[in-house]
């Protein structure tokens, strides 16, 4: 089955433990990106990734910071949580230039105490 | 910067009846406008896609209507039904750094009431 996967699907954790979200798609997609999602504030994207080795900041990065190693995987990693990053993630692919339906993973709640 | 508006945040229509979802977009040079449905617990999923070339696009009772004059688009849904209940999210495209991106509206919670 298609699919774009998430693990974990919830964390709760405390400031300033880094942390690791693994995303990970099974579509060949060039593209990957990283979305938060707050209650009035729709998805914003953090970073997003076009192809292996290139990566680039979205609209709300800091705190955070990705790496694109292997086509599949797209991790989103927290070096240092602070409670405004608590948040529900998701990652999402689409298969590249000129394709524009983007696949969403089943999301991440994060909880930063 | 740019942004999406979306209208209404809630939207409680009774089974049966429409529902129409509303966006407006600022950037001129956007040419593509999905519609996402997230339900409970999931991921949004694309439910109908419109480009900038087109005015009108119909899937069974979902359309989406695009007037690119006044830069918005909306989703209209016919004859709901309580599986129709879930967040309705709004993008449209722009160009981000060496790609386009999207640039979502802040969401429509629709119930239906059966």
């Known amino acids: 089955e298609a699919q774009v996967t998430q693990n974990p699907r919830y964390l709760i954790t405390v400031t300033g433990k880094k942390l690791t979200v693994t995303c990970s798609q099974n579509?060949?997609?060039?593209?990957m990106s990283w979305y938060r999602q707050d209650p009035g504030l729709g998805l914003r994207q953090i970073y997003y990734s076009m192809n292996v080795e290139v990566t680039d900041k979205g609209d709300v990065p800091e705190g955070y910071k990705v790496s694109r190693k292997e086509k599949r995987n797209f991790p989103l990693i927290l070096e240092s949580p602070s409670p405004n990053q608590t948040s529900l993630y998701f990652c999402?692919?689409?298969?590249?230039?000129?394709?524009?339906?983007?696949?969403f993973g089943p999301g991440t709640r994060l909880t930063v105490l | 910067g740019e942004n999406v508006e979306q209208h209404p945040s809630t939207l409680s229509v009774q089974e049966g009846d429409s529902a129409v979802i509303k966006c407006t977009y600022s950037d001129s040079a956007s040419n593509y406008f999905p519609w996402y449905k997230q339900e409970l617990g999931k991921g949004p999923q694309l439910i109908i896609d419109i480009r900038s070339n087109v005015g009108e696009k119909k899937d069974q009772r979902i359309a989406v209507t695009l007037n690119k004059t006044a830069k918005h688009f909306s989703l209209h849904i016919t004859e709901t039904q309580p599986e129709d209940s879930a967040v309705y999210f709004c993008?449209?495209?722009?160009?981000?750094?060496?790609?386009?991106?999207?640039?979502f509206g802040t969401g429509t919670l629709l119930a239906v009431q059966p």
């Open positions: 999402a692919s689409r298969a590249g230039r000129g394709y524009n339906e983007q696949f």
């Open positions: 579509m060949n997609h060039e593209y």
């Open positions: 993008a449209a495209s722009i160009r981000g750094g060496a790609t386009n991106k999207l640039i």
